[in-house]
């Protein structure tokens, strides 16, 4: 698990900060090669990336009040017929209402990255790490008509991944422990089913990505505000940024199941 800070980054003032979007760079300032190696990398297997991570970790926002989302990527299986496409089922989860999803991956371009760091004290620098890259798809996860407030999330998806010595793609956490890192950013909306109108949704790894600035306040974790406790964060705040056990508890529930 990740450590969680102990503290919240106090701003000034919040008016400043939302004018802006933060947690937008999921690179870290790794540089990247334009070149699009999709064809390339398509024979090997992300899978096993998008459903590494635990839930309490994966962290997301529906609509502009920032209420909080939880999805939980259950199974992955890339497409036999297709190495572009990879067929995904999960859960969602808002305000206590799960409800089930089925859709697709389908990946758009892969590229390499030049790292410079390689961890605290560069720790996996000698790890025997090939490659790295970026994996940029679009995904489209439709909801079990059959249950109740559902609908489609569609959007953007970025993971950061490398090779190993052995030649296995790997989910790179290599600089986990820096300063906003994230990695899996879905970006996009969810829209009801027969409704006209769609919600913001997004979510990732250890951060919310792409959001605006006074929404998390953590320096060097995520913290969220205290404003939109009410939207859901109140139980993640009280877990890791107050040590509460009851709302560990909660945080820690297998609620997919």
């Not at 998008?50 to 994966?58: A, G, I, L």
């Not at 940029?136 to 993971?159: C, D, M, P, W």
């Amino acid at each position: 698990m990740k450590t969680i800070c102990s503290f919240i980054f106090i701003v000034s003032s919040f008016s400043t900060f939302s004018q802006a979007n933060c947690h937008n760079d999921i690179l870290n300032g790794e540089k990247i090669y334009e070149e699009n190696k999709k064809n390339v990398f398509l024979p090997y297997d992300f899978s096993d990336l998008w459903s590494k991570t635990d839930n309490y970790n994966v962290l997301g926002v529906l609509g502009d009040d920032f209420q909080r989302i939880k999805v939980k990527v259950l199974t992955v299986v890339k497409n036999t017929n297709n190495p572009e496409e990879y067929f995904v089922y999960g859960k969602s989860n808002v305000k206590g209402n799960v409800c089930d999803f089925i859709g697709k991956i389908i990946v758009e371009k892969i590229h390499e990255t030049k790292r410079e760091q390689f961890g605290v004290d560069n720790q996996a620098k000698d790890a025997g790490i090939r490659i790295q890259g970026l994996l940029i798809a679009k995904y489209e996860f439709f909801e079990n008509r059959n249950q109740s407030h559902t609908g489609v999330f569609t959007g953007q998806l970025r993971t950061k991944w490398y090779i190993n010595k052995d030649n296995q793609v790997k989910y790179d956490d290599i600089n986990l422990l820096s300063d906003g890192y994230f990695n899996n950013a879905f970006e996009g909306s969810w829209t009801m089913y027969n409704a006209p109108k769609s919600k913001i949704c997004k979510w990732a790894d250890y951060r919310v990505p792409n959001i605006a600035c006074d929404f998390d306040l953590g320096a060097g974790e995520f913290s969220p505000n205290e404003k939109y406790f009410d939207k859901g964060w109140l139980s993640y705040a009280k877990a890791f940024l107050s040590n509460d056990e009851q709302y560990k508890n909660e945080e820690f529930a297998e609620w997919w199941k």
